[in-house]
């Protein structure tokens, strides 16, 4: 451009970036004609009256408020990015050697009519058209349009008749609404971005070398058939029915997407390749040579397989199967499930089912043990032989990880100090964080140990004085000895809790709370209902000598028979220590709220002990404290109880 420029060039004081090279060009001798600088911006070299000129160069006309423009040889007006403009021009922008009268043309080259470039024809507000000889209304980026055209955007060597088309080149039928559709050679209708197209095609977006009839394909390529609705289809042979990416297809296809070398008859398959058989709704699946029914994600699949999802080597029937890898016989819904050489029917311990491994592998983990003995467990309790570094990969796959991804501080401090508030200042650490972990919470012991000192220093002081050193309790397993006693602290109020403990698991048998703790019919209630959901009677039982127990020695002595020489021990609360040492952990847990609440009923004179006030509370109280109960026994703490209160 510097060498041949031969016109003066004016450059606005503004910039020392342009005022340099016009310097170094005066200097070589490239400046024929005088410097002028005025008021406008980036304006060079005006001969004739220019006003607010910006970015204009080389302006042998009459210009006004004319925005980057370059060899301007007529009159113009507000005219931004004009370049060589012959003719009359108004608020033109980004328009190039206009040989006609121009109106608010946009990006229009070569145009002989309206607003269109190397138009021969008559146009109207066609902006970016070119090289058009036919008629166009409203059309835009239009190039080599032959016949006539309306609203055509981006339209390319049109031969025939095109309305509303965009994007469209080297089209020879009739085309409406087409957009970037290039050589199409039949009758197009609404076409998007479709190239050598020489059939009937309706709506086509992006398709190429479509040589039947083709309605609504996007991006499809070299259909020799008829093909409906395909998108990104490619050397599709037969007849096709909303095939989206489909390559390749000697049969016949219908809904199939990215389907590749199918050469039986396919349906609604998804990114299928080499499919030698009849598959229908196969998505993803390779080299399938028999019967499929919507696999998804299955590769060679010799037998029949229905909805398989992730399937790989599967050489029988498979039915529902996900990430199923070498099954070798008959599988339902088996999910994650590797070399099952056998017939195998949703087995938990046989079965090696993905699904099952890793809820077992997180149960664990959140059990606290470690890698290594996870492998063990795995192996003697479930059958399931799996690596330590797989037990690593699968924890990382659920997110769970030790030693990293702790919680927010502030979050697990707010929830300390609503427990601690809520439930009383007798929570140790220990078990505090056992409740941050069942609220999902990821926390250090050391931790909860500072924040409790920070929230409840007072109860670590007292709970430090405390300590005892206990007897050793002894049991043979399970379901050999349960406790049974009754919690008197809320009984003046009306509120009776009866509970029952396995001595060796402290597995909670029942916790109810009613009207009596006494009648001798209810406790039997209890021991019956807790025998029908347990299925069974403990080996022994140990209650202290009140009358409430009468009932559960007599049936526990006939439930035991002679297999048991002492089927039910009587003897003192002091020898009754599993149930005693369990009732100091419900105070603290739920009770200690109600005594203090029960308490302040009496203080305030709101409770006088009669039958009256017993029923009220009875009516009251007594739902909401077995919704605790039934939580603990669950092992399951609400997470703010003071709502209740």
């Not at 491994?357 to 492998?375: A, G, H, P, S, T």
């Amino acid at each position: 451009m510097v060498g041949n420029l031969r016109e003066s060039l004016y450059y606005c004081a503004w910039s020392c970036y342009t005022r340099l090279p016009l310097y170094n060009w005066a200097l070589s001798g490239n400046l024929r004609e005088p410097l002028y600088y005025c008021a406008g911006n980036h304006c060079t070299i005006v001969h004739v009256q220019v006003s607010s000129g910006k970015r204009c160069s080389t302006v042998h006309g009459h210009g006004t408020s004319g925005n980057h423009c370059t060899v301007v040889y007529c009159e113009f007006t507000s005219r931004n990015h004009c370049t060589t403009v012959h003719g009359q021009v108004t608020s033109g922008n980004h328009c190039t050697t206009v040989h006609g009268q121009v109106s608010s043309g946009n990006h229009c080259t070569t145009v002989h009519g309206n607003h269109c470039t190397t138009v021969h024809g008559q146009f109207i507000s066609g902006n970016h058209c070119a090289t058009v000889h036919g008629q166009v209304t409203s059309g835009n980026h239009c190039a080599s349009v032959h016949g006539q055209v309306t609203s055509g955007n981006h339209c390319a060597s049109v031969h025939c008749q095109v309305s509303s088309g965009n994007h469209c080149t080297t089209v020879h039928g009739h085309v409406t609404s087409g957009n970037h559709i290039t050589t199409v050679h039949g009758q197009v209708t609404s076409g998007n971005h479709c190239t050598t197209v020489h059939c009937h095609v309706t709506s086509g977006d992006h398709c190429t070398t479509v040589h039947g009839q083709v309605s609504q394909g996007n991006h499809c390529t070299t259909v020799h058939g008829q093909v409906t609705a395909g998108n990104h289809c490619t050397s599709v042979h037969c007849q096709v029915t909303s095939g989206n990416h489909c390559t390749t297809v000697h049969g016949k296809f219908i809904s199939g997407n990215h389907c590749t070398t199918v050469h039986g008859q396919v349906t609604s398959g998804n990114h299928c390749t080499t499919v030698h058989g009849q598959v229908t709704s196969g998505n993803h699946c390779t080299t399938v040579h028999c019967h499929v029914t919507s696999g998804n994600h299955c590769t060679t699949v010799h037998g029949q397989v229905s909805p398989g999802n992730h399937c790989t080597t599967v050489h029988g029937q498979i039915t529902s199967g996900n990430h199923c890898t070498s099954v070798h016989g008959q599988v339902t819904s088996g999910n994650n499930c590797t070399t099952v050489p056998g017939q195998i029917t949703s087995g938990t311990i046989v079965l090696l089912c993905m699904v099952n491994v890793l809820r077992l592998v997180k149960r664990y983990f959140e059990m606290e043990f470690f890698y290594r003995d996870i492998v063990k467990i795995l192996q003697m309790n479930h059958a399931i032989s799996i690596s330590l570094r797989q037990v690593k990969r699968y924890l990382k796959e659920m997110n769970l990880a030790r030693r990293k991804d702790y919680s927010n501080i502030r979050s697990v401090f707010n929830f300390v100090h609503t427990q601690v508030t809520s439930y009383g200042p007798a929570h140790g650490y220990r078990w505090m964080y056992q409740k941050c972990k069942r609220h999902g919470f990821k926390i250090k012991r050391d931790h909860i140990s500072l924040m409790l000192n920070t929230i409840d220093p007072e109860g670590v002081y007292l709970r430090a004085r405390r300590r005892l050193k206990r007897r050793e309790y002894f049991s043979r397993g399970p379901n050999f000895c349960w406790h049974l006693d009754s919690y008197d602290k809320l009984k003046r109020y009306g509120l009776c809790i009866n509970a029952c403990i396995d001595g060796f698991s402290r597995k909670i048998i029942w916790l109810k709370v009613g009207r009596s703790s006494s009648n001798p019919k209810v406790i039997a209630r209890y021991f019956i209902d807790a025998i029908e959901e347990h299925r069974g009677h403990p080996y022994s039982m140990r209650g202290d000598m009140g009358t409430e127990n009468g009932l559960v020695a007599v049936m526990q002595t006939l439930f035991a028979g002679d297999e048991v020489t002492i089927p039910f021990i009587y003897g003192k609360s002091t020898m009754n220590t599993r149930i005693e040492s369990w009732w100091g952990i419900l105070r603290k847990k739920c009770c200690q709220v109600w005594i203090s609440a029960m308490k302040g009923l009496q203080e305030r004179g709101q409770f006088s002990g009669d039958k009256l006030d017993i029923n009220l509370i009875q009516f009251c109280c007594m739902q909401l404290l077995q919704v605790p109960f039934f939580s603990i026994c669950r092992n399951i703490l609400p997470s703010n109880m003071s709502s209740w209160q």
